[in-house]
């Protein structure tokens, strides 16, 4: 079973504060997925990434994937209390194209 | 497009009870999953499915069973609950994968309580 483990658990920081989360593996993935979540509702994809030491933006949101693809981050610029979510990365290696999950990072921006 | 569905929303069931909540996604997705979700333990793979007619254990399928009659539809059931199985369960579907995981869409998911 891969393992990834997502840093920090938990994270309560003030509007327009940066912040990182990290998601961690010893296992080599062939992609890696972010994935938000608001109270009460699915995950909602925010991107994938598939090459070593490739980085997406999207908007305010930074996606690294590391360069032996075994570690993942995203960085967060000035964040909003819109971005209050748990964020939670999903790996898939192999020949599996099932993803596992890491325990998530629980956001909250207080206004 | 109504993407994915799940049926109950919300459920109080006593121990020992059965029940079967149901998927449905209009997206012809060939893959479907079911997860359950914890505090603090992220999505647990239940079962999945890779087509009509085909089933797969995932990381916590004690306990549980599956059913892809139609393509459209996943039914995840419980035949004799436990209070252990008291959480929040998801369903998700994918498209075919290619190169990489595809992107999983989500329902709004099943909050199951086991007294």
């Known amino acids: 079973t891969q393992l990834l483990e997502q840093s920090p658990q938990f994270l309560s920081i003030q509007e327009g504060e940066n912040l990182t989360v990290y998601c961690n593996s010893s296992s080599v993935f062939s992609s890696l997925q972010w994935y938000r979540q608001e109270p009460g509702e699915g995950p909602v994809l925010l991107v994938t990434?598939?090459?070593?030491?490739e980085v997406k933006k999207l908007k305010r949101l930074t996606f690294q994937f590391g360069d032996a693809r075994k570690d993942s981050s995203l960085h967060i610029t000035a964040a909003q209390p819109g971005d209050t979510g748990l964020y939670l990365c999903a790996g898939s290696s192999g020949g599996s194209y099932i993803p596992t999950f890491g325990r998530g990072t629980s956001l909250i921006v207080h206004p | 497009n109504a993407g994915v569905t799940q049926t109950p929303k919300f459920r109080v069931l006593k121990t020992g009870q059965s029940m079967t909540l149901l998927c449905a996604q209009d997206m012809n997705h060939e893959y479907m999953y079911w997860y359950r979700q914890d505090p603090g333990m992220g999505l647990r793979l239940i079962h999945y499915s890779v087509g009509e007619g085909t089933t797969a254990k995932g990381e916590v399928p004690d306990g549980y069973n599956v059913s892809r009659l139609k393509k459209q539809n996943f039914l995840l059931g419980l035949e004799s609950a436990a209070p252990s199985q008291t959480s929040v369960y998801f369903c998700a579907s994918s498209y075919r994968p290619g190169i990489s995981a595809e992107t999983q869409y989500f329902g709004p998911g099943t909050r199951l309580l086991v007294l």
């Open positions: 990434v598939v090459t070593g030491g």
